[in-house]
C-alpha cells in the first residue's frame, strides 16, 4: 500500500473513531498531498509525499517554536499534535551515529574534497535520508566536513 492509501486509510479511521483532532491533521496532510498533485500535474509517489511530510514537519516545528516564544502554548500544543501524526508516516529516524556514517560513504563515493561538493554530496544523500534525518542539520554535518582542518 502505498504512503498516499495509507494516509487515506486512516483518514477513513479517524471518521469511525470521531476523532477531530486526529481527523484534521490528516485532512492537511492530504490538503498538501492534493495540492503538489495540482501543481506537478501527476501522482506522487512514496518520495513526493515523504518530501511533502517533511516539509509539514519542519513548517510546524518553526511555528511550535514562534508559538513558544509568544507564550501561545495553546497553539504550540495544537502544532505539536499535527507532528505526532505526521510523523506516524515517516521512516524511523537514524541515529546520530548512522548519520555521520552515511555521510562519510557519500564524501568517499562522490570524491568531495571542499565546499564547491557539497551540492554533488547532498544529491547522494537525500534519497537515502529524507524523513530519517533532519536535513538541516546533514547539511551542517557536511559543510563542516567539507572544510575540516585541511579543507577536506
Do not use: C, W
Not at 509539514?56 to 504550540?76: F, H, P, T, V
Amino acid at each position: 500500500m502505498s504512503l498516499k492509501d495509507r494516509i487515506g486509510e486512516e483518514v477513513k479511521a479517524a471518521m469511525r473513531a470521531r476523532d477531530r483532532n486526529r481527523l484534521a491533521a490528516l485532512r492537511l496532510i492530504q490538503s498538501e498531498i492534493k495540492q503538489f498533485e495540482v501543481d506537478e500535474r501527476r501522482e506522487p509517489d512514496d518520495a513526493a509525499v515523504l518530501a511533502i511530510l517533511n516539509r509539514m514537519l519542519k513548517q510546524r516545528r518553526d511555528s511550535i517554536e514562534q508559538y513558544r516564544r509568544g507564550e501561545r502554548d495553546d497553539l504550540a500544543a495544537i502544532e505539536e499534535a499535527e507532528v505526532a501524526v505526521i510523523r506516524e508516516f515517516m521512516p524511523e529516524p537514524l541515529e546520530p551515529d548512522a548519520v555521520t556514517i552515511l555521510i562519510d560513504q557519500a564524501i568517499a563515493e562522490t570524491g568531495a574534497s571542499g565546499p564547491k561538493d557539497m551540492g554533488q554530496v547532498m544529491a547522494v544523500l537525500k534519497p537515502v535520508l529524507l524523513g530519517r534525518a533532519d536535513m538541516a542539520e546533514v547539511s551542517r554535518q557536511l559543510r563542516a566536513r567539507l572544510q575540516g582542518p585541511a579543507g577536506g
